[in-house]
Every structure is written in structure tokens, then in C-alpha cells.
């Protein structure tokens, strides 16, 4: 490679590190993979298969924005494999099915012309779908179920099959990477399937915003307008997004009233219950709460091994328990982390051409888990519970048993277990020398508060235990 490429790959790669962090960059872009500028494009050169399609379905719009960034031109993104063939090891990776066998070097377009807005169906259709177009569309039978998600589950099959009669709208709340938009891809596509040809409009709520604000421009609301309230079923997710974008909020209101009027099935999903997302119009969420809220909760450790068994299985991988076992344990935020994680496992096998073991399994992973531990320390939670409650790390530390200090402290401990990966012996001594037993205590009890959905007075402004854990969450970046 001249000189000049080579110059080009260093800023390329500085760009797109900058972008997803060195973290992701690390393991996605490693030594087997280049980059490199040619006439229209921008060559990724990947060691397999496998590597294409994770980077073209994760990173495709980052590495776009940072080649254009770099040269000031608009490119396309083009993938060459080096190895068509399948990986070194053995089994471990089924090839993808022959129609999804792409040919090296096949483009991808990711910055489509811009058609005349009065030409609206065909592309605005387009634009609300989901915006990994590569990938199949995830559905209800893949959605692994637990106590964290039963419910949010069961409510999805039953919008499907009911089709709004027993409750309308459905609301998903859960935080990011916990499966809103794969419970909303498999309800769009069950109901696709269950009725093909129904019109379905599927999106995110951005894609409303956009879709509003152009017809605004071109005047063609009617034909906006219209779309919408054909449709037989609508599903939008992060509804969230339509915070304080008061003008948007009143039309997807009409919207959401002319359907719901003509008894058409609505699912939506946000990060948050619909009361608490903030600067939302009281009429929206009135009307969100007038079906059904269900949230998806973190999952539980059996949970998280069970997901990573079936993507491990989904992927053809055999995975030894030991090593299933070993993510569950250390990947707890999300089931996005998870499959990550898993991932790189893999890809890390196929790279260095190594045993899928719990030895390469601590070392794939060892950034990736320091990264999530480290993320949150316990000098971070001492932070933010110190600073809620207004309160000097020796005063909650101390010994005393006053419930002004033992209920923070006791939330201190249980957000320490929940975010920081440190052992109960280790969390113990940093609140003030106390042993194991009194952290399994404290946890106890606040999960206790957190199902009975406990009031609390102890500190203006917040209702229940759960609003002061959301605060402090917030605050830590959780
Ligand atoms: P969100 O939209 O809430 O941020 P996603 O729906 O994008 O989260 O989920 C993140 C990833 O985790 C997706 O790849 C999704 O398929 C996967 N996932 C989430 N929950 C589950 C589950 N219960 N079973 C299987 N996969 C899941
Ligand atoms: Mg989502």
C-alpha cells in the first residue's frame, strides 16, 4: 500500500476509533481488518464473512460518517473478503444460507438519493422500516423469556392475536438494549404474517418526526396524514423521541386518536413510563396509559444464559456452558452487551483460529468486562447517593443507625451490587467496614421496597423507593 493509502487508513481508523470508541474499535478492527479509500468508496477489508456482516449490520453508518468526514466526499461503503471461504475453525460457524452469500466487494447503499417529496409511498415506506435492512426482521419466537420480560412477552402475543380488542395501545418501557425494538419487529412481522398484505406502518418515532416535518415543508400533509390513518396497524418505537417536539406530538396525537377511534392496534415503545418521560404532553400520556404498560426488565442471570444460548445457537456456534456461564456472570447491563460480547467471542475464535474456551473467553472479554465493571465504581454510587441526599461519604459510612443514613446507605449497597460488579465482602468494607451479610441484608430490603412499590417520604420530591433509584441511576449514567 503507497504511502498516501497508508496515511489515509491511520486518519480513517483514527476517525472511525473515535467514533465507536476504542472499545468496540479494538475488536472489530483489528489487524485483519483495513481501510481504505477508492474512487467512490470506502473499501473495508475484512478476514470473512462473518466480519462483513457484523460490521456492515453495526457500524456501516459510523464508518460512512467518519470516511466522510476524512475526505470531504460522499461514498459509498464497499466490503472486500478476503477469505470467502468459510473460517479456520472447523464447525464453528455455519456458512450463511446461499442466497445471503453476498459477492466480495457488493455495495451497500447508505446515502440513498433524495426523491421529490410529493413522491411519497414507496420510499417513506422505506423509511420507516426498521434501519438494519440486511438483517431478517427479529420475531416473537426468538425473544427468549424470563421474570424479566414474561409479561412484556404475553402482552405482544396477545396484541398480535387480538389485534387491539382487549387492550389498545400496547406500551412497551424498558431502558436501552432490554428488547423494545425486537419485541416491536416481532409484533410487526407476526402480524404481517398473520394477515399479509395488512398495512402495517412500522418505525420509529423519529422517522414520524422527519416524516412530518417534510410534508410540513412540501405541503403535503394531506397525503402524510392519510397514510397514517389507512393503516391496520401502527407501531412506533422510542416514542421518547417525541419529547418536547410539541407540534410532532399533536399530529402523531390525531393520529394516535383517528386509530384508535377506528379501533386500530398501537404499540408503542419508550424508555421510560410514559408519566416520567419528561416534557411529553399530558394528553399523550394520558392517552399511552390508557392501554397497556409493560416493562422489560433487566434480565436475571438464568435469563442472560439462556439468551446467549439461543444466539449462540442461532449462530450455529457450540458454546460450552462453562463459557455461557462466564458472560452471564459479567455482562449484566444489557442484552445488547450480551450479544456483543458473545460476538467478539466468536469472532475473536475465528480470527486467532483458537478453541471456543473459558480460557479465550477471559481474554476475548477482558476489555469488554473490565469496561462494564469499571464503568460504575463504588465511589461512584458513594457519589450520587452522597449527593441526592446531601450527605458527606463519613457521614453515610458512619456507624450510625439512623434511618436518615441506614436508607440511603442501604440504597448505596444495592446500587453497588446492581452496577458495579463488586463482591458483597468488597462493597461491605467500602460502606464503613461492614461485613457481606449486611449487603445480601440491604439488597433484600430494597428489592423488597421495589416490589411493594414502597413510598417513601425521606426525600422531597419523590414518590416511591423507585423514583429515587431511577434518580440516582440516572445520575451514575446506568
Ligand atoms: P432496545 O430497542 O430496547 O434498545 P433491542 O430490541 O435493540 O433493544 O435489543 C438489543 C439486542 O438484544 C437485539 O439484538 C435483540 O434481538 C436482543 N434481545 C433483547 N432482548 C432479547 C430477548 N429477550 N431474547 C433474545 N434477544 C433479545
Ligand atoms: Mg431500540
Known amino acids: 500500500m503507497a504511502g498516501h493509502q497508508g496515511n489515509v487508513e491511520s486518519t480513517l481508523r483514527a476517525a472511525v476509533a473515535e467514533r465507536l470508541g476504542e472499545g468496540r474499535f479494538g475488536l472489530w478492527f483489528g489487524e485483519g481488518v483495513r481501510l481504505g479509500v477508492a474512487d467512490d468508496a470506502l473499501e473495508v477489508g475484512v478476514p470473512n464473512a462473518f466480519f462483513r456482516e457484523w460490521i456492515q449490520g453495526h457500524f456501516a453508518s459510523n464508518l460512512i460518517e467518519a470516511a466522510e468526514a476524512v475526505t470531504g466526499r460522499t461514498l459509498r461503503l464497499t466490503f472486500h473478503v478476503a477469505d470467502e471461504a468459510e473460517p479456520r475453525v472447523g464447525n464453528l460457524i455455519e456458512p450463511p444460507p446461499a442466497e445471503e452469500r453476498r459477492q466480495p466487494g457488493k455495495t451497500v447503499p447508505l446515502a440513498p438519493a433524495p426523491e421529490p417529496a410529493s413522491q411519497p409511498s414507496e420510499r417513506d415506506r422505506d423509511r420507516d422500516r426498521p434501519r438494519n435492512q440486511a438483517r431478517p426482521p427479529r420475531r416473537l419466537d426468538d425473544f427468549v423469556t ?33 428488547g423494545k425494538t425486537h419485541l416491536l419487529e416481532g409484533i410487526g412481522h407476526a402480524m404481517r404474517t398473520r394477515s399479509p398484505g395488512s398495512r402495517v406502518i412500522q418505525g420509529t418515532a423519529e422517522a414520524f418526526t422527519n416524516g412530518f416535518l417534510d410534508a410540513m415543508r412540501s405541503g403535503s400533509l394531506g397525503s402524510f396524514r392519510s397514510r397514517y390513518r389507512k393503516a391496520d396497524a401502527l407501531i412506533v418505537d422510542d416514542v421518547h423521541f417525541l419529547a418536547a417536539k410539541r407540534a410532532t406530538q399533536d399530529e402523531f396525537l390525531h393520529t394516535f386518536n383517528a386509530l384508535i377511534a377506528e379501533g386500530v392496534p398501537i404499540v408503542v415503545a419508550a424508555d421510560q413510563h410514559p408519566r416520567r418521560i419528561a416534557r411529553l404532553t399530558d394528553e399523550l400520556a394520558t392517552r399511552f396509559l390508557g392501554g397497556m404498560v409493560v416493562k422489560l426488565d433487566a434480565p436475571s442471570p438464568d435469563t442472560r444464559a439462556a439468551i446467549l444460548k439461543a444466539k449462540a445457537a442461532a449462530r450455529g456456534v457450540d458454546v460450552p456452558d462453562a463459557v455461557i456461564g462466564y458472560i452471564a456472570e459479567h455482562i449484566r447491563s444489557s442484552v445488547r452487551e450480551l450479544e456483543g460480547a458473545l460476538h467478539s467471542l466468536i469472532a475473536h475464535a475465528v480470527l486467532t483460529g483458537k478453541r471456543l474456551d473459558l480460557a479465550l473467553a477471559k481474554t476475548a472479554l477482558r476489555d469488554t468486562i473490565r469496561h462494564t465493571a469499571a464503568a460504575v465504581g463504588l465511589r461512584d454510587v458513594e457519589r450520587a447517593v452522597c449527593q441526592l441526599f446531601e450527605l458527606d461519604g463519613e457521614t453515610l459510612k458512619s456507624n450510625s443507625r439512623a434511618r436518615a443514613l441506614s436508607y440511603p446507605r442501604m440504597l448505596a449497597m444495592y446500587l453497588a451490587r446492581k452496577h458495579t460488579g463488586a463482591a458483597y465482602s468488597e462493597i461491605g468494607r467500602h460502606f464503613g467496614g461492614r461485613n457481606h451479610s449486611t449487603v445480601i441484608s440491604a439488597e433484600k430490603k430494597v428489592l423488597g421496597w421495589l416490589r411493594d412499590e414502597e413510598h417513601s417520604a425521606l426525600l422531597a420530591g419523590f414518590e416511591t423507593v423507585a423514583d429515587i433509584l431511577a434518580a440516582l441511576e440516572r445520575s451514575l449514567g446506568t
Open 146 to 178: 424470563g421474570p424479566c420480560n414474561r409479561l412484556s412477552h404475553a402482552a405482544a402475543v396477545e396484541m398480535v392475536q387480538t389485534l387491539g380488542t382487549s387492550f389498545n395501545p400496547l406500551v412497551v418501557d424498558a431502558g436501552v438494549g432490554l
